[in-house]
């Protein structure tokens, strides 16, 4: 019993282990190692040596109905949103408990020092008095370095709860960037100025999907200008060589979570693909 409770501890709950006769009926004309009796095996080890664990099982019908019991709340545990094993939501799904734990102090630093390639890129944008918007763009990219520092900074395991709010904060303060970007290029109509404005207050809730948006209206001014100078094609095709590796880092971060230095690797690419949109973009650069 000691044995099985500490590798299964949240299913035990004083159940009875269930039959290895109905366990081979369950699995059909599936190898062994394949069927229910094979997995169970392999998740608790060879449990027919503990006699003490035996003398405690229940009738046949009980111990089936724990087995199965037992892969139903397994599964659905697996499958659940706050689950680690979850996959981070995208788009318009609410934002889940942070995904981000970095496998050693080392990955921290190196996650804290590549959130300084944003203010690098922010410091590059000529502030103009006489445009408010391009300065607010040029605050927002600081911003999102400093996010990041702050939600980086905090550990997931003393500050769980100023993890998942610094963890928001970031996301915000991407999307409070791509609005301002929106804001340069299309703050002289008021279509522009009322999308910014009803974006505004749905940043803090739904990032994500606002940082899509204005994206999205970016790339329009991204393709018109590449159309209109073909000599800053280069530009716009490492811009997309950087874009699709920030977004296989992100992505990757879910699927290889033993894969060190992926998110510093995002970080460090999705820097790059901002200031090329900058240059493409604002010309000055």
């Not at 009796?37 to 003398?55: H, M, T, Y």
């Not at 959130?115 to 690098?120: A, D, K, S, V």
């Not at 590059?124 to 391009?134: G, Q």
């Not at 990041?148 to 610094?166: E, T």
Request: proline share 7%.
């Amino acid at each position: 019993k000691s044995h099985f409770c500490k590798v299964v501890p949240r299913f035990y709950n004083n159940r009875a282990m269930p039959p290895f006769g109905k366990l081979k009926a369950l699995g059909g004309d599936m190898p062994e190692s394949e069927g229910p009796l094979g997995k169970l095996k392999a998740l608790v080890g060879n449990v027919r040596e503990s006699d003490a664990l035996f003398q405690k099982v229940g009738s046949e019908p009980r111990r089936a109905e724990w087995l199965e019991d037992y892969y139903t709340r397994e599964q659905k545990f697996l499958n659940h949103p706050k689950s680690k094993h979850a996959r981070r939501p995208w788009g318009l799904g609410p934002l889940s408990k942070s995904k981000c734990l970095d496998l050693h102090p080392w990955e921290t630093r190196v996650n804290l020092v590549t959130c300084i390639p944003y203010n690098l890129v922010a410091n590059r944008i000529r502030s103009d008095p006489n445009n408010a918007a391009l300065n607010m763009y040029r605050l927002a990219l600081h911003g999102v370095g400093v996010c990041s520092i702050i939600y980086h900074a905090m550990s997931p395991d003393k500050h769980p709860c100023c993890r998942n709010a610094g963890r928001r904060l970031d996301y915000s303060g991407v999307a409070t960037s791509c609005t301002a970007m929106t804001m340069v290029n299309f703050g002289h109509t008021k279509t522009g100025k009322a999308l910014c404005a009803l974006s505004a207050p749905v940043i803090p809730f739904q990032p994500v999907m606002m940082a899509a948006l204005h994206g999205l209206a970016t790339e329009t001014v991204v393709m018109r200008r590449l159309a209109q100078h073909p000599k800053l094609r280069k530009d716009g095709a490492i811009r997309v060589l950087a874009g699709l590796g920030a977004l296989a880092c992100f992505e990757g971060e879910n699927i290889y979570k033993e894969v060190p230095f992926l998110h510093a690797s995002w970080h460090v690419l999705g820097a790059l693909a901002i200031h090329q949109t900058n240059k493409i973009v604002l010309g000055h650069l």
